[in-house]
């Protein structure tokens, strides 16, 4: 998660609410999960990824710390969908 705050401080973004209505921080969010999902070798079901980046996005836009707000939406994610 050190990496995405790097990115978003490098690319100006407040990583709490972002200018456009969270664009930058989605993208990225969206790559960083399909990444995680390829290292594991795994495939997420549909819509999996538009559900944990939702969360996530929701998370820290309510003031959730980066790293809880991941924390959280991995496992409401785990809750909610069968990965193969």
């Given at each position: 998660m050190v990496p995405l705050l790097i990115v978003?401080?490098?690319?100006?973004?407040?990583p709490a609410?972002?200018?456009d209505g969270g664009g930058?921080?989605?993208k990225i969010c969206m790559s960083s999960f399909a990444a995680a999902m390829r290292t594991?070798?795994?495939?997420?079901p549909d819509g999996m990824a538009d559900f944990t980046?939702?969360?996530f996005l929701d998370?820290?836009?309510?003031?959730?710390?980066l790293d809880?707000?991941?924390?959280?939406c991995k496992a409401r994610a785990a809750?909610?969908?069968?990965?193969?």
């Open positions: 978003l401080l490098m690319a100006g973004a407040s609410k972002a200018e930058l921080i989605r594991a070798g795994k495939t997420p980046c939702n969360c998370e820290v836009n309510n003031g959730t710390g809880e707000a991941q924390s959280r809750e909610t969908f069968a990965v193969d």
